[in-house]
């Protein structure tokens, strides 16, 4: 069984970018994640280090704590996260607007770096892995409204049964088509859809590969 990281390289692997998975440490701490198949380092230059797929899972395994707290909510946790709709006063001022923008072009650099022949207009790994999150923050990066707790319009991102496949849903059918417009420019495959017991339109949104 793998040894878990210890504290100086869980400490690296937890400040790594919430997006893009960009390390920051010592030349010994990085080559160590390295060897160790949680992190690689990208052969063009500057050479950064990423998290690799096991490194995410290491950072969003909770590590055991002394006593049992709450979490803290999605807005106090200091970790960007996209609205995927139902959220509780979604904050959409000028400050989430900047977070967004910057979250999206660190997506955009991530897949510069990580696809392999780096192009920008298809999903990478990290979004195959991460889908709701990543459909969600191609949508408001687009300036596309979630829906709020407490009901109205907006749109809402969930997982699905189906592998690598998430389900977008809004009340508008003109808004709906757009969100499937904006993920199709994002470099997903999309298509309508119709719920058989309620009617309701719905867009399958997967990530494309080529």
């Known amino acids: ?7 100086a390289q869980r400490r690296v692997i937890d400040a790594a970018d919430p997006v893009t ?10 080559a160590a994640l390295v060897k160790r198949g949680l992190a690689f380092r990208h052969p063009r230059p500057p050479h950064d280090h990423f998290l690799t797929p096991a490194g995410h899972r290491i950072r969003e395994t909770p590590e055991p704590a002394a006593t049992v707290a709450e979490p803290p909510a999605a807005s106090d946790s200091g970790v ?7 959220e509780e006063a979604p904050d959409s001022g000028p400050s989430r607007i900047r977070e967004v923008h910057s979250a999206w072009q660190g997506l955009l650099e991530l897949r510069r770096m990580t696809n392999p022949d780096g192009a920008v207009d ?4 990290w979004e195959r892995t991460h ?4 459909a969600a923050l191609a949508l408001e990066a687009a300036g596309h409204r979630p829906k ?17 496949a998430v389900a977008v849903r809004e009340p508008d059918p003109e808004a709906l088509r ?7 420019k994002a470099g997903w495959q999309v298509g309508e859809h119709t719920e058989p017991r309620t009617g309701a ?7 494309r590969r080529v």
Do not use: K, N
Request: aromatic fraction near 4%; include cysteine; hydrophobic fraction near 35%.
């Open 80 to 86: 960007f996260a996209a609205r995927i709709g139902g």
């Open 178 to 184: 757009g969100c499937a417009a904006t993920l199709e």
């Open 122 to 125: 298809r999903p990478c790994a």
């Open 201 to 207: 339109r719905y867009v399958l949104a997967s990530p």
């Open 21 to 30: 998975g960009r390390l920051r440490g010592t030349e010994a701490q990085l």
């Open 148 to 164: 709020a707790a407490d009901g109205g319009g907006g749109y809402r991102v969930r997982a699905t049964p189906q592998p690598e």
């Open 1 to 7: 069984m793998t040894r878990p990281p210890t504290a």
């Open 131 to 134: 889908l709701v999150q990543a």
